[in-house]
């Protein structure tokens, strides 16, 4: 896969990612590089949440807070490619 004409790779990129200060509730960030619904190159990031999290009220500010990190920093170590960011469970039948 290629970041368009970047010198940045996926690799440094999910380093990157994987510095960025999240809650405790959160597992990991996974990144991956493939095309949106209109068959642009994007960023795909998804934040993997523990099993057991806070209550929506808790996790919604800082899940929006979390975003706007990584969106910013994917935005400056490639601008150009849009950064799609989605939240899932770490494992099924919770909440």
């Known amino acids: 896969m290629t ?3 970047s010198t940045v790779s996926l690799e ?3 380093e990157g990612v994987g510095r ?3 809650p405790e509730w959160v597992r990991a960030i996974e990144l991956t590089e493939g095309p ?10 998804w934040i993997v949440l ?3 999290f806070p209550p929506q009220e808790q996790v ?3 899940l929006a807070a979390l975003r706007q990190r990584i ?3 994917l935005s400056s170590q490639v601008p150009g490619l849009w950064a799609y960011v989605r939240v899932r469970e770490s ?3 919770n909440r």
């Open 60 to 62: 919604q500010p800082a």
């Open 12 to 14: 440094d990129l999910r």
């Open 91 to 93: 494992s099924e039948g």
């Open 3 to 5: 970041l368009l004409a």
């Open 20 to 22: 960025l200060e999240r």
């Open 71 to 73: 969106r910013e920093y």
């Open 50 to 52: 523990e099993p057991e």
């Open 36 to 45: 949106d619904a209109d068959d642009d190159m994007a960023l795909w990031a």
